[in-house]
């Protein structure tokens, strides 16, 4: 889960299903990407990569990866 509240704009929350986000299929398109911008990581290593993500969500489930506040007010908030 992805919040973004904003001071002066639009609040987002955007719910992104693991199980969609962390396959095969987007381990091969992001390790293309990280290659194309000088990174270097297979397929396989971004596929283990989710593997982890999706075992730790497993393991432990409402983990707060990163809650910011700025000093505007802007206020972002990311779940796993």
């Known amino acids: 889960i992805v919040k973004v509240r904003s001071k002066d704009g639009p609040n987002l929350l955007i719910?992104?299903?693991t199980g969609l986000f962390c396959n095969r299929l987007t381990a091969g398109?992001?390790?293309?990407?990280m290659a194309q911008n000088g990174w270097n990581a297979t397929p396989e290593q971004m596929a283990k990569l989710f593997r982890v993500i999706r075992e730790c969500k497993r393991r432990f489930p409402g983990w707060v990866i990163t809650e910011v506040e700025?000093?505007?007010?802007d206020y972002v908030y990311v779940k796993l």
């Open 29 to 33: 398109i992001a390790a293309k990407a």
């Open 15 to 17: 719910p992104i299903p």
């Open 70 to 73: 700025s000093a505007d007010g």
